[in-house]
């Protein structure tokens, strides 16, 4: 048997906490990589993957130890602690880091940073490492003379190929890449994801990929390992791992994630992982676990192979095959989501007059202001965020507005509740006009315009404990006495499925989780009893097992309390799941509106077909060719005509004089001149084809 | 950086149940630097001190209890003054003048730099412009010469000395506060306090206030060091008030009653030893509680420490 790239044997990763606790956060994980293989680390946050190859690069912090083998070609690498690492580290092993913006030097120019390592570690002299600069950059697609610029100058896509570059530099046998598109619009995403695929094909790396975003792995890895509580409970071929899971962590956490194929379930995995303070006994993953029987609490179970080339730490895979079975059908747990019936007609509570009406709504922030302009005069250039945007929702209806960062989403949102003011343009609510009324006239209508944001680490006072951040709302408006606002609190609290409210009650935010945090913050929304909800990306920044249902329990208070929802998100696939109609938004405008299934389905706007297109499947046997264009134009310069035109597939010459407005008529609607002809023949632009 | 609400003045103390968060808190930032407790502790005893001085104070201060500038002895501790009077006794008495005014001083600075550090951070725009000029303008006056010509104009007064300072003291503090009170302002729950139709005076007391507390309490401590120096250069100075006993009272006497020439270091030394301790004392408990509440001081993750390679154990230890 040939001596695989790298071997990992029994790693284990501990932080030292102040109050002398330690976090034994990887524990016994072994990995095996051969050159030119792909394995992807996948898990929520805090199972440990980050801290494996961090390890792996000899990068952990002072308060953190490790214990185990690392060899890498026959060599160990950390048998001496810090110094055999630095040798290794970037010449052997590199790293592409989460986070583009943080991981490159703000004060030294781009090819600097990528000659660094290739002279420290004297694998080239100074002429050499600046020519072979210029040839990487130019393979992670960025012009060459890119090397004299300086971060700032760059966009984030053009930031992760440059890290990507900075990696490759020391032409290292193995690379990992650590979460390499979180942060990342879903069109960069598709950038980079295909930009590491032609590189690590090319150059024949072992890559491993740490990330949560399971459809990430499915597009890049042939091969996962699943990681929960700081163990590796799965792992084997990605598609087996999809189709045929032997562990119900693995399981459940590919059905936490929705993709596009429209009408399957997705639901979260109730509970939260295990303190890694504590030993733990049993299976770690028992207490969540709802096949779980005696042993599992018992008996830790260990990593054995289960089919010919898949491992799994599950003592139901010891079972008879019939027991087995149930893994693949078993019932799932309270916080299901919605069937897709609840798609296609909205909840009982609707009604056809809409309860909020924007009207072109244009939102300007002033760009460069002159040394007078806080006396009140004109600032001299602007940004048009939303430009002329019009939309309509009505009660009981859940309306998802998509675009890549910078496309006005946000600012439209911030301007149905008047937290920005409007340019121009209009905003109605239940019939009054909202643009129109006076700071204290709005004051009431707040209450019923509720918004939830998107950090809930943030949104939540840090000093005030449950009762009094979901209180708040009600203290505010001098609603109810003492009784009547602690019944409401209550209530709130049951509404979002934290019962019973006496838990919950006196816990500060920090003894919260994400999901649960999430959760306090809905609640105080819902104890003003509002009658338009807005989120804003209400689960980018969960972990992925309790997206699921934070999303079907938004979708709950919509189709069945009648509340309208206005979400915004950046991920279709969220959308395409949970919402009522979509509308897609680009440099300001809406380019496209309509009900889930005609827009997913059947898109007619170019650019919701690239958008769709960058999306990856969950199922790693479908294998889409994205659409590749370039980086999103900044607001402040629009081009002429049709917006989109210049990253369009399909523009025409006409494209850059005309400008597309929205169609006029009712139902699904796009604002593309195109789009009648587009229309025949769709599956020429979104390319996607499915692999045997 | 997660805030504690302190008993700062103008604070409603509005969350009983982090009480117990922020008491933990001070202890620890105490313990962990033995330089805040000496601080603490020398503070304390000078409190102590002022409150009971009537009666640990061994003689009169207003008649002479011995000859004129006698050494120290075994009855007169610190010697005597010109008149005869017993320089300890001075010493104990004055401390009650000197801590009251910079104390009640910083108060009024604390009070004025707090609120204006609020809402210039809070509402921000033409408010923030026209606040900010006028404590630019605060900052640059040279205070010396014109608490001399308020003091001088209004009378000397224990009021007036504690206003006159107080007035010519809050610029740093609002500058301070404004600048925390803009990142907090940038914080979700802020903003989420407003879509919730809160009142901003509301928003700015229950959810702003709490959370630059802590630092407005560093603040007015600092500030108390420096009120002290004011209060004790006003007195030497003349313009304090003529009948209380103070600090700076026994050195101008000492000073105008040619202490030096006679070599009675007593009258002088002890009085400029007390001011030094007391606001030595306040710097360092103001700077602990600084570095304790901003988690940017805090070096410790800046360590240039590798991390440990353990023994194989147990598992790993038998598969290989």
């Known amino acids: 048997m040939s001596q695989p790239l790298l071997r990992v044997r029994g790693l284990n990763v501990w932080y030292e906490l102040r109050g002398r606790t330690e976090v034994h956060a990887v524990r016994d994980v072994d990995l095996d990589l051969d050159e030119g293989e792909r394995v992807g680390l996948v898990g929520e946050s805090g199972s440990g993957k980050t801290s494996v190859i961090m ?113 490759l530099a020391c032409r290292p046998k193995v690379l990992l890449a650590d979460e390499p598109t979180t942060a990342l619009d879903v069109v960069i995403q598709a950038q980079i994801i295909e930009l590491l695929d032609d ?73 939260s992982p295990p303190q890694l303070d504590r030993p733990i006994v049993g299976c770690s993953f028992a207490p969540r676990c709802d096949l779980g029987f005696e042993r599992c609490t018992v008996e830790r179970p260990r ?47 609707t009604r056809r007059d809409p309860l909020l009406r924007l009207s072109e709504i244009q939102v300007k922030y002033a760009l460069r202001r002159g040394p007078w302009d806080w006396l009140g005069r004109r600032p001299r250039e602007y940004v048009r965020a939303v430009d002329g945007v019009s939309l309509e929702v009505r009660r009981g209806e859940m309306l998802a507005l998509i675009g890549e960062s910078g ?41 019923r315009v509720q918004m939830i944001y998107q950090d809930p680490y943030d949104s939540l006072d840090p000093r005030l404990n449950v009762r009094g951040i979901v209180e708040d709302g009600l203290v505010a408006n001098r609603l109810g006495d003492r009784s009547e606002r602690n019944v409401r609190v209550r209530r709130a609290l049951e509404r979002v499925e934290l019962s019973p409210p006496e838990r919950y009650l006196e816990r500060l935010p920090h003894e919260l989780s994400g999901g649960q945090r999430q959760r306090v913050a809905i609640a105080s929304a819902l104890v003003l009893e509002p009658e338009l909800l807005v989120a804003d990306e209400p689960v980018s920044m969960l972990d992925v097992s309790v997206r699921a249902g934070i999303l079907s329990l938004l979708s709950r208070l919509c189709h069945e309390d009648g509340t309208a929802v206005v979400m915004i998100t950046h991920d279709l696939s969220t959308a395409a799941h949970f919402a009522d109609r979509v509308a897609v938004m680009y440099l300001g405008r809406v380019v496209e509106i309509g009900t889930v299934r005609e827009v997913i389905r059947a ?18 046997c479908v294998r889409a060719r994205p659409i590749l264009l370039g980086e999103a134009p900044s607001a402040a310069m629009i081009p002429s005509g049709c917006r989109f035109h210049p990253r369009c597939p399909m523009a025409e010459p006409t494209c850059s004089e005309l400008d597309p407005q929205l169609e006029p008529a009712k139902g699904h609607r796009v604002a593309c001149t195109l789009a009648p002809r587009l229309q025949t023949a769709p599956a020429a632009v979104t390319g996607a084809e499915v692999a045997p | 950086m997660i805030g504690l609400p302190t008993s700062s003045p103008e604070v409603v103390s509005p969350a009983r149940e982090t009480r117990p968060n922020w008491l933990s808190r001070a202890v620890n930032a105490v313990r962990k630097r033995p330089s ?80 204006v550090g609020l809402v210039s951070g809070y509402f921000g725009g033409a408010v923030d412009v026209v606040l900010m000029r006028t404590t630019d303008f605060f900052i640059v006056i040279p205070p010396i010469p014109l608490m001399i010509v308020i003091a001088a104009v209004w009378g000397p007064s224990l009021g007036h000395i504690i206003l006159v ?53 560093a603040n007015v401590i600092l500030t108390v060091a420096l009120s002290i120096f004011y209060e004790t250069a006003l ?43 007391v606001i030595i004392s306040c710097y360092l408990v103001g700077q602990a509680l600084e570095d304790a509440l901003n988690p940017r001081l805090s070096g410790g993750y800046l360590l240039v420490r590798p991390w440990k390679l353990r023994p194989l154990t147990g598992r790993e230890a038998e598969d290989l």
């Not at chain 1, 690392?70 to 048998?79: A, K, M, P």
């Not at chain 1, 898109?603 to 790693?620: E, F, G, N, Q, W």
């Not at chain 2, 006497?253 to 020439?261: G, I, M, P, Q, R």
Request: glycine share 8%; with cysteine.
């Open chain 1, 55 to 167: 390890a792996l690069m000899g990068l952990l912090p002072s308060t953190g130890s490790l214990s185990g083998e690392v060899l890498l070609s026959g060599e160990r690498t950390l048998e001496r602690g810090e110094r055999s690492a630095r040798a290794s580290r970037w010449r052997h092993t590199a790293m592409v880091f989460q986070g583009a913006m943080n991981a490159l030097n703000p004060v030294k120019t781009v090819g600097w940073q990528i000659i660094e390592p290739m002279l420290v570690h004297g694998v080239a002299d100074k002429g050499q490492a600046t020519r072979r600069t210029h040839e990487l950059l130019e393979r992670v697609g960025l012009p060459g003379a890119t090397a004299r610029r300086y971060p700032h100058e760059l966009s984030g896509g053009m930031r992760q190929r440059a890290c990507v570059a900075m990696a």
């Open chain 1, 199 to 271: 590189v690590a094909s090319e150059l024949g790396m072992g890559v491993i990929v740490v990330t949560h975003d399971l459809p990430v792995v499915a597009r890049l890895c042939p091969r996962a390992a699943v990681m929960y509580a700081g163990e590796v409970v799965e792992s084997g071929p990605t598609d087996a791992l999809f189709h045929s899971p032997r562990h119900p962590y693995t399981k459940r956490l590919f059905e936490a994630v929705p993709d596009l194929s429209l009408g399957e379930e997705v639901s979260s995995i109730p509970g």
């Open chain 1, 303 to 349: 990593l054995r192979l289960v089919t010919p080339d898949q491992l799994a730490a599950c003592h139901l895979n010891e079972m008879p095959s019939e027991q087995v079975a149930p893994a693949s059908s078993h019932e799932l747990g309270p916080q299901q989501s919605e069937p897709d019936a609840a798609h296609a007609t909205c909840g009982p509570a």
């Open chain 1, 407 to 447: 496309c006005g989403k946000t600012s439209t949102a911030q301007a149905i509740l008047r937290l920005v003011e409007p340019a121009s343009g209009t905003v109605e609510f239940d019939g009054a006009e909202v643009t129109r009324l006076t700071r204290r006239a709005l004051r009431p209508l707040r209450r």
């Open chain 1, 603 to 620: 898109p007619r706007h170019p650019y919701t077909k690239v958008l769709l297109s960058a999306v990856p499947d969950r199922d790693p």
């Open chain 2, 36 to 115: 805040a407790a000496v601080g603490l502790f020398v503070i304390a005893a000078f409190v102590v001190l002022a409150v009971f001085a009537p009666w640990i104070s061994p003689y009169s201060t207003s008649s002479p209890t011995g000859p004129i500038y006698a050494a120290p002895s075994a009855s007169h501790w610190l010697g005597t003054n010109s008149l005869g009077i017993d320089e300890l006794s001075l010493l104990i008495v004055g401390s009650r003048i000197s801590l009251l005014v910079g104390s009640c001083a910083a108060v009024v600075a604390g009070l004025i730099g707090g609120t």
């Open chain 2, 165 to 217: 300072i107080g007035l010519l003291l809050w610029a740093t503090t609002a500058r301070v506060i404004r600048a925390q009170t803009k990142s907090v302002r940038q914080r979700g729950f802020v903003k989420r306090a407003e879509t919730l139709g809160e009142r901003s005076a509301r928003t700015i007391v229950r959810h702003v206030l709490p959370q630059v507390a802590p630092l407005l309490l």
């Open chain 2, 235 to 277: 007195d030497f100075l003349g313009i304090g008030d003529p009948t209380a006993v103070s600090w700076g009272t026994i050195i101008q006497n000492a000073f105008l009653e040619t202490a030096t020439s006679n070599g009675a270091w007593w009258a002088i030394v002890p009085a400029g030893l007390a001011i030094a301790l």
